[in-house]
């Protein structure tokens, strides 16, 4: 069982920036891909990044083309944290966001655990 506890959100003004924290539980959080998702009010939850092993001490990143450039995802092993620093924010970014981990080899449509979500909000 992994348990996620998101943090960071926040009002912000538009062009400003906020790093979100996803603390997670359990010995093996090294071993999971780490991502983070968003919902907008009436809309459906989507994509926003995910991070995981490459190799070695490598990361691969990913990101939706909606926040590519303006987002970065890195993660903390000894800290079993993962973060999402959001620059240059828009209005169309707020959201709750929610952190999730999913096993290498697992289905990417599936993801095992997700966190209580933490509020974002944009103004313009």
């Known amino acids: 069982q992994v348990q996620l506890v998101e943090s960071g959100g926040g009002l912000v003004q538009a062009g400003g920036s906020l790093r979100l924290s996803c603390a997670a539980s359990g010995r093996t959080f090294s071993n999971y891909i780490m991502g983070w998702f968003r919902q907008a009010p009436g809309k459906e939850r989507e994509f926003v990044s995910f991070?995981?092993?490459?190799?070695?001490?490598?990361?691969?990143?990913y990101y939706a083309d909606s926040v590519k450039g303006r987002v970065a995802i890195s993660r903390d092993n000894a800290k079993n944290t993962v973060y999402l620093q959001m620059n240059r924010l828009k209005p169309e970014d707020t959201a709750v966001y929610y952190c999730?981990?999913?096993?290498?080899?697992?289905?990417?449509?599936?993801?095992?655990?997700w966190g209580q979500g933490t509020q974002v909000t944009v103004s313009s």
């Open positions: 991070i995981t092993k490459n190799g070695g001490s490598t990361y691969y990143t």
């Open positions: 999730a981990a999913r096993t290498p080899g697992s289905d990417p449509t599936n993801w095992d655990y």
